[in-house]
């Protein structure tokens, strides 16, 4: 269409050239056959110039037919630019459509195994509750019944203290007044037996001077009677001596021994001292035990509330993402990306949930054998 148009105006322009000489000749009738040359060259002019009109016009017809051929090619090339992306965005969806249906059945089986792992979730958690609270009853049934027998044995060792308070004051009593007796035993054996030396000594002086006296007096009579009866005294004098000597040793003795006795006594006034200072070592000790079992006990019921807080809280977290993932269900188009984040959170909760769990038992199995070692 375009070289037809073209080819037309030039025709129009021609044929509008040849007119224009026309009117001229029309105008000029008079001059038309004297000066013949002068419009012989006007034409050959014209038409040179039309020529080159005509070759120019030519050159742009060329130029716009390429243009329309380029226009076209360019056209059918945007055409199976066109047809090529349809057939691959249809190959898209195409492609999108099986991989949602593959995330739909995925997220299916996510949702089918995400709901079988929280019922068994449930079910160990409850089961393990049910136990960590059996044992913790165990453990607060114990604790109390070991308390009533500490303090029981408190009682019973306080008695036993005073007790012992009041045997070591009579012993220390008894003592005194043993050392006393003893004291008063010795004097009086030390002055009888210097008593007792005394008189043997006068009574040897007299009987000296008697056995001298009549010695003198019968010596001319009965010297060989006299001799025996002296000899015979002097027997029964010695024999006194060694009785007397028998009679001091034993006293003697008697007086080690009771100082043996004396000291036996004040080794047993240190060892219960010494008892006495340990039972009240122990006694504070068991205190402070039963003390820190207290503590504890107090402690493990207050972390025993925090975990039952934290249970609800988990229980109520655990609601609301059964919430979102029934609101998820109903929605097969949620990005993997947020369906592995929800997974994420729900698996770390859980697992902290347990490690609370395991937390709980192991400072319970801490608290058995802390008790267990205060009873041994």
């Known amino acids: 269409t375009m070289p037809r148009k073209t080819e037309r105006k030039n ?58 051929k380029d226009l ?19 190959r898209s969806l195409l492609e999108k459509e099986d991989e949602v249906g593959e995330l739909s059945q995925r997220l299916q089986n996510q949702l089918q195994a995400s709901d079988q792992e929280r019922d068994a979730l449930q079910l160990r958690h409850s ?19 070991l308390g009533k027998k500490r303090f029981a044995s408190l009682e019973a060792f306080q008695g036993q203290k005073e007790e012992m308070m009041s045997s070591l004051e009579s012993l220390e ?18 002055m009888k037996a210097l008593l007792e030396k005394r008189r043997l000594e006068r009574e040897m002086a007299s009987h000296a001077a008697a056995m001298a ?42 007086n080690a021994a009771l100082r043996g006795c004396k000291s036996q006594l004040s080794m047993d006034v240190e060892n219960l001292e010494e008892m006495l200072r340990e039972t009240s070592r122990t006694s504070c000790v068991r205190k402070k035990v039963v003390e820190q079992l207290t503590e504890k006990c107090q402690q493990l019921q207050a972390e025993q509330k925090d975990c039952r807080q934290r249970l609800e809280q988990l229980q109520t977290e655990h609601a609301g993402a059964l919430g979102k993932m029934q609101a998820l269900r109903s929605k097969f188009t949620l990005p993997s990306v947020q369906m592995s984040h929800v997974s994420l959170r729900f698996t770390f909760t859980l697992t902290k949930a347990k490690q609370q769990v395991q937390l709980l038992h192991i400072r319970a199995l801490i608290l058995i054998c802390g008790t267990f070692i205060c009873k041994q």
């Open 72 to 90: 076209l090619t360019q056209r059918s090339t945007l055409e199976q630019e066109n047809k090529d992306t349809i057939a691959y965005l249809k």
């Open 11 to 68: 025709s129009d322009k021609r044929d509008g050239n040849k007119k224009t000489p026309k009117k001229e000749n029309s105008e000029f009738p008079a001059e038309k056959s004297g000066s013949g040359d002068k419009e012989k060259d006007l034409y050959l002019t014209q038409i040179a110039y039309l020529t080159d009109e005509l070759e120019r016009y030519q050159l742009q017809c060329d130029d716009l037919v390429r243009q329309r």
């Open 173 to 190: 009593k008894q003592l005194a007044s043993q050392k006393e007796e003893h004291k008063d035993d010795i004097h009086s054996l030390e």
């Open 127 to 145: 089961r393990e509750r049910q136990e960590l609270q059996n044992r913790i009853d165990e453990l607060i049934k114990e604790n109390t019944a």
């Open 213 to 254: 006296a009549e010695v003198r007096l019968l010596v001319d009579q009965k010297v060989p009677e006299t001799t025996r009866l002296a000899l015979q005294e002097n027997t029964e004098v010695k024999a006194r001596v060694g009785q007397l000597s028998e009679q001091v040793q034993s006293l003697m003795e008697e």
